[in-house]
């Protein structure tokens, strides 16, 4: 294991590509004077099958379905496409994961999705790290960050942060945004998250700004999930199998404009 300044590389085989040839381009966050942003981590989907060196695929119950690596395909046409389906009584879908393969602490991450069509079920692409478990510090020692959440069939989108847990010391806050035709087509869904501060991005337009929870320190994990649940409808309504689909998933770090060094640096933990 790898860890140079909050990133941590997991996977046996790393590849960087230069920004400048993925298509479609990313509407970034404005760098600062004398940095830039640098592409440090993504895929495109373009293979035939998903790359298992970047993603995990967790088997198991989920809310009210059940997560299963027969919902996860690629279509040929460099997409992820997550599925929903019924077998034998049974609702299952999926999430994909970097956990253990991919951590890494601020910078840019964004993916452009095509959403769900169907009630009962919802699509995420999020942040996540076991110490979200650890009581107090607040969110600054791990934080559960839902840079997209989509529950409903209509132009909102939900944006939350969990921390200290989920039992009784659980703390929350959620920003609910209006996109009209955010269900059409497909849009990007981003995040700048610096030591001191999370700003959200839905196509390129700032959402949401806060630093609630005191902005989380430690790297986390990135995760795409589709979840059977009452928040989102009733699934037995669903016209089923549907889907959603995500073109790619990318991560940039600001960096040097001279030496490439990164340049946002954790901030100390309060014991």
Known sequence: MLEVWGMVFLSTVWVQAEASQLH?????PPAPAGQKWRLVWHDE????ELDRQKWDI???PRRDGFWTARAVLLDGKGHLVIKVFE???????????TKGKFEHTFGFYVARIQLQRQPGHWSAF????????QIGNEGRDGTEIDIMEKPWLDDRVNHALHWDGYGKHHRFAVQVSKVPGIMDGFHTFGLDWRPEEYVFYIDGKEVWRTRAGGVCQVPVYIKLS??????????????LPDQFLVDYVRVYELVDAQTGLPVLKPQPLVP
């Open 24 to 28: 479609p381009p990313d509407i970034l």
């Open 45 to 48: 989907f373009d293979g035939p």
């Open 58 to 60: 967790p088997e198991g």
């Open 87 to 97: 077998e034998g009584g049974k609702y299952y879908d999926a999430c994909v994961r």
């Open 126 to 133: 999020w942040l996540h790290t076991d110490r979200v478990n």
């Open 226 to 239: 589709d979840e059977v649940g009452r928040w989102a409808g009733d699934i037995r309504k669903a016209r």
